[in-house]
Protein backbone atom coordinates (compact mmCIF):
# COMPACT_ATOMS: atom_id res chain seq x y z
CA UNK A 1 0.00 0.00 0.00
CA UNK A 2 1.25 3.65 -0.69
CA UNK A 3 2.13 5.65 1.69
CA UNK A 4 2.40 9.78 0.91
CA UNK A 5 3.22 12.06 4.19
CA UNK A 6 3.59 15.59 3.26
CA UNK A 7 5.25 18.07 4.85
CA UNK A 8 6.36 21.85 5.21
CA UNK A 9 3.04 24.04 5.13
CA UNK A 10 2.50 26.84 7.65
CA UNK A 11 1.81 30.76 8.01
CA UNK A 12 3.47 32.95 6.17
CA UNK A 13 3.17 36.69 5.02
CA UNK A 14 1.88 37.53 0.99
CA UNK A 15 5.17 37.35 -0.78
CA UNK A 16 6.61 34.76 1.31
CA UNK A 17 7.80 31.52 0.70
CA UNK A 18 7.33 27.42 1.70
CA UNK A 19 8.84 24.21 0.25
CA UNK A 20 6.97 21.54 1.01
CA UNK A 21 8.25 18.10 0.78
CA UNK A 22 5.91 14.68 0.12
CA UNK A 23 7.79 11.71 1.24
CA UNK A 24 6.31 8.44 -0.87
CA UNK A 25 6.24 4.62 0.59
CA UNK A 26 5.15 1.43 -0.65
CA UNK A 27 5.93 1.73 -4.51
CA UNK A 28 8.75 2.04 -7.04
CA UNK A 29 8.58 5.86 -6.87
CA UNK A 30 10.62 6.36 -9.87
CA UNK A 31 8.01 4.55 -12.33
CA UNK A 32 5.27 7.57 -11.63
CA UNK A 33 4.75 10.88 -12.72
CA UNK A 34 3.98 12.81 -9.10
CA UNK A 35 2.14 15.97 -8.72
CA UNK A 36 1.24 18.79 -5.96
CA UNK A 37 -2.61 19.28 -6.01
CA UNK A 38 -4.86 21.84 -3.56
CA UNK A 39 -7.65 21.94 -1.92
CA UNK A 40 -9.31 25.54 0.06
CA UNK A 41 -11.98 25.32 1.86
CA UNK A 42 -15.36 25.40 -0.18
CA UNK A 43 -13.73 24.89 -3.65
CA UNK A 44 -12.54 21.36 -5.32
CA UNK A 45 -9.26 19.84 -4.91
CA UNK A 46 -6.89 21.06 -8.12
CA UNK A 47 -4.28 20.36 -10.04
CA UNK A 48 -0.93 22.73 -8.91
CA UNK A 49 1.91 21.12 -10.42
CA UNK A 50 3.23 18.20 -12.18
CA UNK A 51 6.28 15.88 -12.86
CA UNK A 52 6.86 12.86 -15.06
CA UNK A 53 9.19 10.33 -14.31
CA UNK A 54 11.70 12.07 -16.57
CA UNK A 55 11.54 15.17 -15.02
CA UNK A 56 9.43 17.03 -17.37
CA UNK A 57 7.19 20.01 -15.32
CA UNK A 58 3.70 21.48 -15.92
CA UNK A 59 1.75 23.84 -13.66
CA UNK A 60 -1.45 25.57 -13.10
CA UNK A 61 -1.38 29.05 -14.81
CA UNK A 62 -2.09 30.69 -11.19
CA UNK A 63 1.33 29.43 -10.35
CA UNK A 64 3.87 29.48 -13.13
CA UNK A 65 6.56 31.21 -12.31
CA UNK A 66 6.07 31.15 -8.85
CA UNK A 67 5.95 27.85 -7.75
CA UNK A 68 8.61 24.57 -8.47
CA UNK A 69 8.13 21.17 -9.02
CA UNK A 70 11.01 18.66 -8.35
CA UNK A 71 11.84 15.30 -7.08
CA UNK A 72 14.40 13.09 -5.35
CA UNK A 73 13.72 9.97 -6.64
CA UNK A 74 16.38 8.18 -4.46
CA UNK A 75 14.62 9.55 -1.46
CA UNK A 76 11.59 9.17 -2.79
CA UNK A 77 10.41 12.73 -2.36
CA UNK A 78 8.69 15.11 -4.16
CA UNK A 79 8.79 18.65 -3.29
CA UNK A 80 6.82 21.85 -4.55
CA UNK A 81 8.87 25.50 -3.57
CA UNK A 82 6.66 27.88 -3.43
CA UNK A 83 7.68 31.97 -3.83
CA UNK A 84 6.16 34.90 -4.03
CA UNK A 85 2.84 33.41 -1.86
CA UNK A 86 -0.47 35.11 -2.22
CA UNK A 87 -3.39 34.64 0.25
CA UNK A 88 -5.33 32.81 -2.87
CA UNK A 89 -2.58 30.17 -2.14
CA UNK A 90 -4.05 29.41 1.58
CA UNK A 91 -4.97 25.72 1.28
CA UNK A 92 -4.43 22.27 2.50
CA UNK A 93 -1.72 20.59 -0.11
CA UNK A 94 -1.48 17.16 -1.47
CA UNK A 95 0.62 14.73 -3.55
CA UNK A 96 -0.35 12.24 -5.63
CA UNK A 97 1.06 9.89 -8.11
CA UNK A 98 -0.50 11.06 -11.38
CA UNK A 99 -2.53 8.56 -13.31
CA UNK A 100 -2.79 6.33 -10.14
CA UNK A 101 -5.12 5.37 -7.64
CA UNK A 102 -2.95 5.78 -4.47
CA UNK A 103 -5.00 7.43 -1.68
CA UNK A 104 -4.71 10.41 -0.94
CA UNK A 105 -2.06 11.29 2.46
CA UNK A 106 -3.44 14.03 5.42
CA UNK A 107 -2.03 16.90 3.52
CA UNK A 108 -0.13 19.71 4.73
CA UNK A 109 -2.00 23.17 5.68
CA UNK A 110 -0.36 26.79 4.18
CA UNK A 111 -2.14 29.85 4.69
CA UNK A 112 -0.87 33.13 3.38
CA UNK A 113 -1.91 35.92 5.56
CA UNK A 114 -0.77 39.35 6.92
Known amino acids: QVRLVESGGGLVQPGGSLRLSCAASGTIFRLYAMGWYRQAPGKQRELVAGITRDGSTNYADSVKGRFTISRDDAKATVYLQMNGLKPEDTAVYYC????????WGQGTQVTVSS
Open 96 to 103: NGRFTNWS
